[in-house]
């Protein structure tokens, strides 16, 4: 039978246990991952399964590395990822928090946009450190990103973002993520897309501040190409602000919704 052991085809006897193929292909690894999950050493394997080999405190080559970042994934995931473009509108507590999570799980290419630069009160929520302050965020995160994943393609627009430049920022992507602060910038880029960006999905927010109930936050399918995530009510105003927890769920809402659509899982369970 074949099965695949870190992304090569490897033919195996059928019975076959891990700990065969281990020792077979990587002697001396003490995490076996098999279809994603960590398995002792005397599983059976089975026709079709895929299995990662790795040894802990190892850094392994270039050509190996890529494949064992996503060896906890769902099977069969990151090929279709990979081959995938999303755009991000705004990168700051939602933005840049649904990159890492996109980056992570390698998505091929992400396209970010934001004009503003990393100042001190962005760190109570958004992906970025003491000492990037005064950069322009997507220059940051752009570096952080690399370092999370290498294999991902980051093309950053530190710019405006218009109704006349949103097409063209983010033209190829199948999805872009709406991750502003303001009312009116969020409605200009559902609208800029919407209109004119045929068959590219969005994945909006709105109702994500303060320390509210966790389960408030959900997922809508507003209409074909149209998603949006939060409580609709939880506004930013004096008094309630926003904070890193309430808008991380959110924002791991959206990496999610994200993932579902380029996996070809569009509806909303009810």
């Known amino acids: 039978m074949q099965i695949k052991v870190n992304e090569q085809q490897a033919d195996v006897a059928k019975g076959t ?7 077979r292909f990587k ?14 050493p005397d599983t059976p394997v089975s026709d079709g399964d895929e299995m990662y080999l790795i040894r802990r405190g190892e ?23 990979k081959g995938s473009r999303v755009g991000i509108a705004g990168v700051g507590g939602l933005g840049s928090t649904v990159a890492v999570a996109l980056a992570r799980v390698g998505v091929g290419e992400l396209v970010i946009a934001d004009f503003d630069v990393v100042e001190p009160s962005n760190l109570n929520r958004q992906q970025y450190f003491v000492d990037q ?7 940051a995160l752009s570096e952080t990103l690399r370092r999370i994943n290498p294999y991902v393609t980051v093309t950053p627009h530190p710019v405006l973002l218009a109704p006349d430049n949103v097409p063209t920022v983010f033209a190829g992507c199948s999805v872009v993520v709406e991750a502003f ?15 004119n960006m045929a068959d590219t999905m969005v994945v909006a927010a709105s109702g994500l501040a303060g320390y509210g109930p966790n389960n408030a936050i959900t997922t809508r399918k507003i209409s074909r190409r149209l998603y949006l995530v939060g409580d609709l009510t939880s506004e ?14 959110a924002a791991s809402h959206q990496a999610n ?3 579902r659509i380029l996996l070809g899982e569009t509806d909303i369970d009810r």
């Open 257 to 259: 919704q994200v993932i």
């Open 181 to 195: 602060d303001r009312a009116d910038m969020k409605s200009m880029l559902v609208d800029s897309v919407i209109t």
């Open 133 to 139: 302050l005064g950069r322009y965020k997507v220059e």
């Open 17 to 23: 246990r891990a700990e065969t193929v281990r020792d």
């Open 236 to 249: 930013a105003r004096p008094g309630n602000g926003l904070m890193a927890p309430r808008v991380g769920i």
């Open 59 to 81: 850094i392994p080559p270039r050509e190996e590395l890529e494949h064992l970042l996503v060896a906890r994934h769902t099977p069969r995931v990151y090929e279709r990822l």
């Open 27 to 40: 002697p001396g690894a003490d995490l076996i991952i098999l279809n994603g999950f960590p398995v002792p």
